[in-house]
T-cell receptor, first 112, second 113 residues
Framework: GENVEQHPSTLSVQEGDSAVIKCTYS??????FPWYKQELGKRPQLIID?????GEKKDQRIAVTLNKTAKHFSLHITETQPEDSAVYFCAASHTGGFKTIFGAGTRLFVKA | EAGVTQFPSHSVIEKGQTVTLRCDPISGHDNLYWYRRVMGKEIKFLLH????????ESGMPNNRFLAERTGGTYSTLKVQPAELEDSGVYFC???????????FGPGTRLTVT
């Protein structure tokens, strides 16, 4: 069946450094790739998403890249801050389906 | 605008009992999703409603789980009878369209003892 693999499961960086989280999807029909952030005790919230017609999207310190050939997409956070500490989930879905597949999550720690 | 709400926030039940979780989506959102997260694992898809119709329920673990969305507004997810492995956080999400941002509720933490 469809699956999304996410790495690493835990990531610890120093404040100001960059963080990269990688995901690989199996369903070649996937064309929508959102990233959600879940802070401790809160609900997951969308931080950025990308569709398959573009290879990269940026929003301030956050960027996402997509390689459709390799079925791989990544989240890049630059100049990390303590408030970036959270669990990040990648996901994949496609226009013709009704299912969204999530990765297992990456717990990011940003040390001040 | 009110966000997605879920009730209860926590539920502790014994194995063999029944529990019903409720989700109220954002008004006007036809798409409603149920997910479950077990500690440290992925947010696992359970099913997707479009209005009152189940479009994909391939993620439902077994026939002990029953989801409904009568009238296309709020949804309920019933677990009967509950087993230990049903423990986890159950999230509901809604969206105005498929393949679009989903707005999550705060989740219901279910513990089966």
């Amino acid at each position: 069946g469809e699956n999304v693999e996410q790495h690493p499961s835990t990531l610890s960086v120093q404040e100001g450094d960059s963080a990269v989280i990688k995901c690989t999807y199996s369903d070649s029909a996937s064309n929508y790739f959102p990233w959600y952030k879940q802070e401790l005790g809160k609900r997951p919230q969308l931080i950025i998403d990308i569709r398959s017609n573009v290879g990269e999207k940026k929003d301030q310190r956050i960027a996402v890249t997509l390689n459709k050939t390799a079925k791989h997409f990544s989240l890049h956070i630059t100049e990390t801050q303590p408030e970036d500490s959270a669990v990040y989930f990648c996901a994949a879905s496609h226009t013709g389906g009704f299912k969204t597949i999530f990765g297992a999550g990456t717990r990011l720690f940003v040390k001040a | 605008e009110a966000g997605v709400t879920q009730f209860p926030s926590h539920s502790v039940i014994e194995k063999g009992q029944t529990v019903t979780l409720r989700c109220d989506p954002i008004s006007g959102h036809d798409n409603l999703y149920w997910y479950r997260r077990v500690m440290g694992k992925e947010i696992k898809f359970l099913l997707h409603f479009v209005k009152e119709s189940k479009q994909d329920e391939s993620g439902m673990p077994n026939n002990r789980f029953l989801a409904e969305r009568t009238g296309g507004t709020y949804s309920t997810l019933k677990v009967q009878p509950a087993e230990l492995e049903d423990s986890g956080v159950y999230f509901c999400a809604s969206s105005p369209a498929r393949n679009y941002e989903q707005y999550f509720g705060p989740g219901t933490r279910l513990t089966v003892t």
